[in-house]
């Protein structure tokens, strides 16, 4: 059975969650809500693109400040849990991490609190996997996925979009082969969705980094 949605803390809502001294909690049950809905074998709303973050650690966060860039609104934010810096600031970070989950994920993903609280179910599925989506697993130089060759476990990293293409060349030019998946891309548009609607279009932080 596939567990509630899950809900931001009350704490983290409205004007009062963006002054807490707290605005960042663990969203335990947000992972165990994803794992459930999309990911582990037998998921309701199962997507064999995930199958291998069964292997891999998450580490899920409500955040109650608003962030933007470049003037958009960034509602969902997919990053490797790695630490570049000093000694004493990779502590400082490694012992917050470890308080929130015990150990240091693979993938930190964070979502806004607001929003999500606010979003239909349509939307917020959608989100959540789009950042699930980026957290990929690398690929060797024949495209065959990698595992750590000590461990067995994947090789995580981040993943960028599947296209990549301006609307005016596929206007002038269509969507041949110079176009890579946009032609996929393309024929699932003019399908009807698997699950149902949803816009999140410019929100995801993952995909607005440099």
């Known amino acids: ?71 958009n609104a960034v509602v969902g934010l997919c990053e490797e849990a790695t630490f570049i810096g000093n000694r004493w600031a990779k502590a400082r970070w490694t012992q917050q991490i470890m308080a929130w989950f015990g150990d240091v994920p693979d993938f930190l993903l964070t979502f806004d609190a607001g929003f999500a609280d606010q979003a239909d179910d349509a939307t917020f599925c959608a989100l959540v996997e789009h950042e699930l989506l980026h957290a990929g697993q690398k690929k060797d130089a024949w495209g065959a996925p990698r595992f750590n060759s000590q461990t067995g476990r994947p090789v995580f990293g981040i993943r960028g979009h599947d296209v990549e293409e301006f609307v005016g060349i596929v206007e002038r030019y269509g969507v041949g082969p110079a176009a890579g998946r946009t032609r996929a891309l393309v024929e699932a548009a003019a399908r009807a969705p698997l699950i149902c609607s949803a816009d999140i279009s410019s929100v995801c932080g993952t995909c607005r980094r440099p």
């Open 1 to 71: 059975m596939m567990l509630s949605r899950p809900r931001p803390p009350e704490s983290l809502l409205g004007t009062e969650g963006a002054l807490t001294l707290t605005p960042v909690e663990p969203a335990h049950d947000l992972e165990a809500w994803a794992r459930a809905t999309f990911i582990d074998e037998g998921a309701l709303l199962l997507n064999e693109e995930h199958t291998y973050l069964r292997d891999a650690r998450l580490g899920m966060l409500w955040c109650a400040l608003p962030n933007e860039r470049q003037g």
